[in-house]
């Protein structure tokens, strides 16, 4: 005879947060500061020129510096262009970048006078 109540979970949901947590550092993105310095060397030296490779979609030539992604070819680069997302992360790019001493003020580690 089977006692009626409720089922015993099959697992444990620790094992679905360490899944989700993994998926969210292995697409991980740069930085605003990282992408705003990427900016700055492409603005001082000019275009990069970006060596093949075979693990990136293009083989790592179709590149949106203010995004930070590759794309597969010239068509869906173009096509990213016009998109909200991309016009957002080009103003957001185009802010003034924020030194340490501000954001050590911000936290409240630096002197207000």
């Given at each position: 005879?089977?006692?009626?109540?409720?089922?015993?979970?099959?697992?444990?949901?620790?094992?679905?947060?360490?899944?989700?947590?993994?998926?969210?550092?292995?697409r991980r993105k740069k930085?605003?500061?990282?992408?705003?310095?990427?900016?700055?060397?492409?603005?001082?030296?000019g275009p990069l020129k970006?060596?093949?490779?075979?693990?990136?979609?293009?083989?790592?030539?179709?590149?949106?510096?203010?995004?930070?992604?590759?794309?597969?070819?010239?068509?869906?680069?173009?096509?990213?262009?016009?998109?909200?997302?991309?016009?957002?992360?080009?103003?957001?790019?185009?802010?003034?970048?924020?030194?340490?001493?501000?954001?050590e003020e911000a936290a409240?580690?630096?002197?207000?006078?």
């Amino acid at each position: 005879r089977a006692a009626m109540g409720r089922y015993r979970p099959k697992r444990t949901q620790k094992g679905k947060l360490d899944h989700k947590k993994a998926i969210k550092l292995k697409r991980r993105k740069k930085d605003l500061d990282q992408i705003q310095d990427e900016i700055k060397l492409v603005m001082k030296k000019g275009p990069l020129k970006r060596a093949f490779d075979p693990d990136l979609p293009g083989l790592g030539q179709f590149y949106c510096i203010h995004c930070a992604r590759y794309f597969i070819n010239e068509k869906t680069l173009r096509a990213h262009m016009k998109t909200k997302d991309h016009k957002k992360q080009v103003k957001k790019t185009q802010e003034k970048q924020y030194t340490q001493k501000e954001a050590e003020e911000a936290a409240g580690l630096g002197t207000a006078n």
